[in-house]
């Protein structure tokens, strides 16, 4: 899968327009939280549900579109969260927040016990695999007693009010950019790019191709289970097929796709307009999912960088770069050739 | 017959690299057997030797990418055969890839930034970015750094490919083929730029198959054929040296393989055919060789004509506006040493690659831009190189699937003369494709190129890897096909081999044909072994290989 | 002795539902080894057989047995344009855009049962009457024997297809190496096109006698989707014998872990299988390296 179009001569002007936007992102997003009254609460329901996506895109984008391991196992790592997160609240006692940090702790040591195995598989039989391990843990917690079997477990404690969730959501959403950032500026994501580019020529230059990849799924998965156990607080109820659903791997993969995928901007860009979608076709959810897996279609023949490239492409072509667009046409046409 | 010198190691130290017993076998080929070889500390090695002689199995087996069915690699006195690729690149071993393999996406300090941070995980940013500003002043590569390494012409590609070993800080640097595809004044860059190099490493073996770069940077050249050491010393008389030109240029066999003989044929499965045989195999063979409809030879028409076609992969430009025709019923050679173009000639006639510009006609119908499928049905076949049998395929069903749209009774017409002509595809005509050996199954390739009764047939390299004789069999296969009026162009690496058998012969060389003519024109050429090994230290401007 | 006959009994229902998973596995199967292809969508295809059958066949009052080639034949139709402007211009892109665009598909498909047909349970009465058969102490549905025997049938067609006709060869051949088949005159994008079709068919088909066994829903699809991915990692790619031996272990060891854990787990056998082979042996029992 691609990355940034912009060519790295405009690395330090890239970087600035994006610590702008997300400031005004953030600032956006966390207005309701300080003016009260600015949403209704159903604004919040919604606001909520942005949050908790975008948290989810950007782990997602970490893992497939800079990472290229293409994951259809969202809702393990989602799922082992709110389990996590629900059954230490119940069963110890504890707080929301070292909570959600063990979930996050859940999260990777779950990634890292699956690695070995999923790592081996390489790539289409990678993401057929997470999809596997995904519905394996489903049918498994459906299955099973301790954890509550279908009916699940119920909250001791009563979810808070919406608004507090709506913070929560706003810091794990702000903690996961913070992350992502960190990550994209760092060493770490110039190995990964490697390996996403030509595994083996990464090996043969040095790269420790096994820990870089467990680093990144490590993280998205961590990122992952704390959005599981967000949901799971606001749920105050939880079950295996709402919280290991094929839902949340599909969702995920849908609204990065279509918003860019390893773009910095695309699971944003992405979410909004998925959620956005979503909010318009409420009344027909089917139909509303049926038009997200057309639009999935078409931007993978049309716009394989999602709404954020062509968005990029289109103000680039406004601001008569066109030099720079024409080499990138070019060489795109020219390694089409390259064909053995 | 080795031109042999030995080499003393320095006193005391261990050899920076030795190689003991090497053999990598597939199924029943055999790519490197047995070779063994010692370079020391501020060494240059060259490694040349004609295509398939295994040169670049070696390299995958030093870097690690392969592991060797038998022998022992030791680094610095330490053994590494077991070690992984990416071990032996900690350990200090660098290498280049033949065609450059850039992280395509990534902007040229990016890729030197990823051996570079592989290298020192923890050190401080700064020093690192230092580093890799100092290497890309090293390699000229300053002023492309933010470019992407997808948008590098081919030379900064091949910068880029050996700034990436070296950021490794090796202290064996491999050089796998980065001459190939430059033009002149690129190769003295190149030159240059091994010598600015080599006081950084320990030692350098650079596989080459233009002359001159081993001729200016190597002291010491290695000489490979079918997979062993054929010769061994200094630059000099390796290259001056009768016997390894006559590798490249394939009168070898004239020695080699009378005297060898039964022995050989045994082992390589293919049966002395004595003349009675393939006469009676050269009647019957209309159902697959379509005559030629008007007057053949010089009074023909053309049936392929070639017009200033140029053509390349990716950034490489490989044909530099070729032209030539094949009259029908006439057999034509191209000739050339390796990276010459011969490869991208062959499959741009195939149909697999698109040339860039110039036009490609045949019998008048434009082929230029058409679908393999297509070329195949308008009457050209071709026998690919490397074979390409089909596995999953038996040897019958390999032949059948060539004769399209065809009834029953033809197809089995069509299957007898190839049997005749081939007995031995009769007999193994329910075995999976590739079972059989190396030259039979050549045989199965050229009889199933036959099977669409073809009016030409392309032979590209059919005598790449095989024994002397077993390429004799298929040669004079060849010239009973020939005599029955099949119009053939040949593509061939064994100069000798072909100028027997064809009328009018090509050389090609970095992408021009340089010189033409008909088969004794060319064969008496005083530049002839200049083309391929170069003589002296004057080469003529037009030659070629060098 | 009671004991024994309910295992037996469970053995032979699973072998014979086995094959029936086995037919619904074989399109998948080869397509993936043909054109390299991973159909997420697969399972919708399978479904899709499914409702042709309860709302198209079945209303027009055709038998049963009629009905299925019609099935196939229609199921081949509609899928040939798919693989023709929807994947094939993916050609040149990497394979996980193919992939991608599959799970969109399915999704869509998905979507459009919901929309069309609800999200009822339905299942297809096949034949008359849903009567058992009684060998000695081994009980089962009379479908059972009915579903194998049709899935025998088309299995071994498809074989005779792929390994006794011209098309076969050339399907193989495009297998193994597209560009030399192109360079012998073989039309490899329409052996692609004829690939899908032949997998959708199968599918179809293989979607009729799995509704006919037991009841689908629109979002059944995904489970069916993982079973035929055990089942063709199980017995290598592209490898029809290997599909049928992989179908036979797999609803064997389902019944046999429906039996010993209960019924929930049967399709968590199938799973944790596939995770297995995935890890240990992706070549599947029978297939070669390099798949």
Redesign the interface.
């Known amino acids: 899968?691609q990355t940034q179009i912009k060519p790295a001569a405009h690395a330090d002007a890239a970087a600035c327009r994006t610590i702008a936007y997300s400031v005004v992102l953030l600032a956006v997003v966390g207005f309701p939280i300080v003016v009260p009254g600015a949403l209704s609460s159903y604004g919040f329901e919604v606001g909520f549900r942005l949050l908790l996506l975008m948290t989810l895109a950007e782990a997602w984008n970490l893992l497939a579109g800079y990472g290229g391991l293409?994951s259809?196992g969202t809702a393990s790592f989602f799922g082992a969260g709110g389990y996590m997160l629900m059954g230490l609240m119940n069963f110890a006692g504890l707080p929301v927040l070292p909570a959600l940090l063990a979930s996050a702790v859940a999260g990777a040591a779950l990634a890292a016990l699956v690695s070995p195995?999923?790592f081996?598989?390489k790539?289409?039989?990678f993401?057929?695999?997470t999809?596997?391990?995904a519905?394996?843990i489903r049918?498994?917690m459906?299955?099973t007693s301790y954890f509550g079997g279908a009916t699940g477990w119920f909250a001791v404690v009563d979810p808070p009010s919406v608004q507090v969730l709506y913070l929560w959501a706003w810091v794990l959403f702000v903690f996961a950019t913070i992350v992502l950032s960190l990550y994209v500026s760092s060493r770490l994501s110039i190995a990964l790019k490697a390996v996403r580019d030509d595994e083996a020529a990464a090996d043969q230059v040095g790269v420790r191709v096994f820990r870089v990849k467990l680093l990144a799924f490590m993280t998205a998965s961590a990122l992952m289970a704390m959005a599981g156990g967000l949901q799971a607080v606001k749920l105050g109820a939880i079950e295996p097929y709402g919280m290991f659903g094929?839902s949340w791997s599909?969702d995920v993969?849908?609204v990065v796709?279509i918003g860019g995928i390893g773009l910095r901007a695309g699971p944003l860009v992405g979410t909004v307009f998925i959620v956005a979608l979503s909010e318009w076709l409420a009344d027909y959810p089917?139909?509303h999912?049926?038009i997200?897996?057309?639009i999935?279609?078409v931007v993978?023949?049309c716009a394989?960088q999602g709404l954020t490239g062509l968005a990029i492409s289109l103000w680039r072509r406004r601001n008569g770069r066109r030099t720079q667009t024409g080499r990138a046409d070019a060489a795109g046409a020219q390694s089409?050739l390259e064909r053995? | 017959m080795t031109v042999d010198s030995s080499f003393k190691a320095m006193d005391g130290q261990a050899p920076l690299l030795q190689v003991a017993g090497l053999t990598k076998r597939y199924g029943g080929v055999v790519a490197v057997n047995d070779l063994g070889f010692s370079l020391g500390k501020g060494q240059i090695l060259g490694v040349i030797g004609p295509n398939g002689a295994g040169k670049s199995t070696l390299i995958s087996m030093l870097g690690g990418a392969l592991q060797p069915t038998e022998g022992n690699i030791f680094f610095n006195g330490r053994n590494i055969t077991a070690t992984s690729a990416a071990s032996r690149a900690r350990l200090g071993i660098g290498r280049t890839y033949q065609i450059p393999r850039p992280f395509l996406d990534m902007t040229v300090e990016e890729n030197l930034l990823v051996p570079l941070y592989a290298r020192s995980p923890f050190a401080n940013r700064k020093i690192v970015r230092l580093e890799c500003r100092a290497l890309l002043e090293k390699t000229n590569l300053v002023d492309v750094a933010d470019w992407r390494a997808r948008d590098l012409p081919l030379l900064r590609r091949k910068r880029l490919e050996v700034a990436r070993a070296l950021a490794l800080k090796p202290q064996l640097l491999m050089l796998d083929e980065v001459g190939g595809g430059l033009v002149d004044r690129e190769i003295d860059e190149l030159i240059e730029l091994v010598r600015q190099v080599a006081p950084e490493t320990d030692g350098i073996i650079i596989i080459e198959h233009v002359l001159r770069v081993v001729r200016e940077c190597c002291s010491t050249t290695m000489v490979m054929n079918f997979g062993e050491k054929f010769a061994y010393g200094p630059t000099e008389d390796v290259l001056a040296s009768d016997d390894v030109a006559a590798i490249y240029l394939g009168s070898a066999h004239k020695k080699q393989g009378r005297a060898e003989g039964a022995n050989a044929a045994a082992q390589a499965g293919a049966e002395p055919v004595p003349d009675a045989a393939l006469s009676q195999a050269s009647h019957g063979l209309d159902s697959i060789v379509a005559p030629p409809r008007t007057p053949s030879g010089e009074a023909a028409p053309e049936l392929l004509r070639l017009e200033d076609v140029c053509a390349g992969y990716g950034q490489a430009r490989v044909l530099h506006g070729l032209s030539f025709g094949v009259k029908a019923g006439q057999a034509v050679a191209i000739l050339g040493c390796n990276g010459a173009g011969k490869s991208t000639l062959s499959q741009v006639i195939?149909?697999?690659i698109k040339p860039t510009s110039g036009s490609l006609r045949f019998d008048g119908a434009d082929i230029t831009s058409m679908?393999?499928?297509r070329i195949?049905?308008l009457g050209i076949?071709?026998c690919?190189e490397g074979r390409?049998i089909?596995?999953?395929?038996s040897v019958e069903?390999n032949l059948?699937?060539?004769a399209?749209r065809v009834a029953p009774k033809e197809q089995k017409e069509r299957l007898d003369a190839v049997y005749r002509l081939f007995p031995i595809l009769a007999e193994r005509r329910g075995q999976a494709g590739t079972s059989m050996s190396g030259g039979q199954q050549q045989m199965l390739a050229i009889g199933?190129a036959l099977m669409?009764r073809p009016r030409l047939v392309v032979f590209d390299e059919i005598s790449l890897g095989l024994a002397p004789v077993i390429v004799d069999r298929l040669y004079t296969a060849l010239d009973v096909l020939r005599k029955a009026g099949l119009t053939i162009l040949l593509v061939e690496q064994d100069v000798e081999r072909s100028l027997d058998l064809v009328d009018t012969a090509h050389i090609v060389s970095h992408g021009n044909i340089v010189l033409s003519g008909s088969a004794v024109e060319v064969r008496n050429h005083p530049g002839l072994k200049d083309l391929y090994v170069g003589a002296g230290h004057e080469e003529p401007r037009e030659s070629v290989c060098v | 002795m009671e004991n024994v006959d309910i295992v037996i009994n469970s053995l032979v229902s699973g072998v014979l539902l086995g094959g029936v998973l086995a037919l619904a596995a074989l399109g998948l199967s080869i397509v993936l080894g043909v054109m390299g292809l991973?159909n997420l969508a697969h399972g919708e295809l399978l479904i899709a057989g499914g409702y042709l059958m309860v709302f198209v066949m079945q209303p027009l009052g055709l038998s049963s047995l009629l009905a299925l080639p019609l099935v196939a034949v229609l199921m081949a139709a509609l899928a040939w344009p798919l693989q023709r402007y929807?994947l094939q211009?993916?050609a040149?892109?990497?394979?996980?855009?193919a992939?991608?665009?599959t799970?969109?598909?399915?999704?869509?498909l998905?979507?459009?049962y919901?929309?069309l047909f609800h999200a009822d349970t339905r299942s297809i009465q096949f034949g008359n009457g849903v009567s058992s058969i009684q060998i000695g102490p081994v009980g089962f549905g009379r479908i059972y024997l009915i579903g194998f025997v049709l899935s025998i049938v088309v299995i071994l067609a498809v074989h005779f297809l792929i390994s006794r006709t011209?098309f076969g060869?050339?399907l193989?051949?495009s297998?193994?190496?597209p560009?030399?088949?192109?360079?012998?005159?073989?039309?490899?994008r329409r052996v692609h096109g004829w690939t899908f079709a032949l997998g959708a068919a199968c599918a179809g088909v293989g979607g009729v006698l799995i509704g006919s066994i037991f009841a689908f829903t629109p979002i059944s699809g995904?489970?069916y989707l993982?079973n035929a991915?055990?089942i063709v990692v199980l017995g290598g790619l592209g490898n029809i014998f290997g599909t049928l031996v992989g179908g036979l272990l797999l609803g064997v060891l389902q019944s046999l872990g429906g039996l010993m854990?209960?019924d929930?787990?049967r399709?968590?056998v199938g799973?944790?299988l596939?995770?297995l082979m995935?890890?240990l042996r992706?070549q599947g029992l029978l297939g070669r390296k390099g798949g």
Do not use: C, W
């Open positions: 899968m293409v259809l195995a999923v081996r598989l790539g289409l039989y993401t057929v695999g999809l596997a391990l519905e394996a049918l498994f459906i299955n094929i599909v993969l849908s796709i089917d139909v999912l049926a997200t897996g057309l999935l279609i993978i023949r394989p089409a053995g | 195939a149909g697999t679908a393999p499928h195949a049905d076949a071709q690919l390409r089909f596995p999953t395929l069903e059948l699937l060539a399209r199933r669409s | 991973v929807m211009p993916l040149d892109k990497p394979p996980e855009s992939m991608m665009t799970f969109g598909l399915s999704i869509v998905q979507n459009v919901i929309m011209a060869r050339d193989r051949a297998a193994s190496d560009v030399a088949a192109a360079v012998n005159g073989v039309d490899v995904a489970t993982l991915f055990a854990l209960g929930g787990y399709d968590l799973l944790v596939l995770l995935l890890a992706p």
